[in-house]
């Protein structure tokens, strides 16, 4: 459940079909080096915006259970020239059809149809220069080629505790399958 030491969002909407495809190896990412990653993905959203995005236990590993299992969307890409997805939660998971490993292991402009790559390109400038932005929608598509529009979305730059680029990180917990009429979360 979002608390007050989360993001807001002003309809929080069900699918009961959504259920998690892959947990392995994301439990292990999570468990190593991953730990680290996340508590930078966290510790960024908190220092940009002002608030938590999860309630945060003060330990690293049940912060790190509890953003998996969140009941949004996270997903966060490197610093790599062409940027690969190094996180997703059980969310994110389900809404692009894949696996953890398989999603790590992926372009994150791959989560965008090749025509709507242009714009999504103008909006992670947009965040690199700003720091974040809150508000934005786009349509996305998973692995098996189902398209889906994300809303209220929350972009943000990850840092690590020296100011160094680490990434950028996207929380969203409202989609829209338009392959049909439901608005999901």
């Keep these: 459940m979002l608390t007050d030491a989360s993001f807001h969002f002003p309809i929080i909407l069900r699918d009961a079909t959504l259920t ?32 938590s995005l999860i309630a945060r ?8 259970n509890a953003l998996y299992t969140a009941p949004f969307a996270v997903l966060s890409h490197g610093i790599e020239p062409d940027p690969i997805i190094n996180f997703a939660n059980q969310v994110a998971l389900t809404l692009w059809q894949t696996t953890f490993k398989a999603l790590t292991a992926m372009p994150s402009r791959l989560t965008a149809e090749p025509v709507l790559r242009e714009a ?19 349509v996305r598509i998973s692995s098996t080629g189902r398209r889906f529009l994300i809303k209220n ?14 990434g950028q990180a996207a929380a ?7 392959a049909s009429n439901s608005a999901t979360s």
């Design 20 to 51: 998690p495809i892959d947990d392995e190896f994301a439990h292990a990412f999570i468990a190593g080096v991953g730990g680290v990653h996340l508590q930078i993905l966290l510790n960024s959203y908190e220092r940009l915006l002002g608030r």
């Design 57 to 64: 236990s003060g330990n690293a590993d049940q912060d790190a």
């Design 120 to 138: 999504r390109e103008k909006l992670l400038a947009e965040v690199a220069q700003h720091g974040f932005i809150s508000g934005y929608e786009g």
């Design 153 to 166: 979305v929350t972009v943000w730059n990850l840092a690590d505790a020296q100011g160094r680029p680490a």
């Design 172 to 178: 969203f917990d409202t989609w829209h399958d338009l």
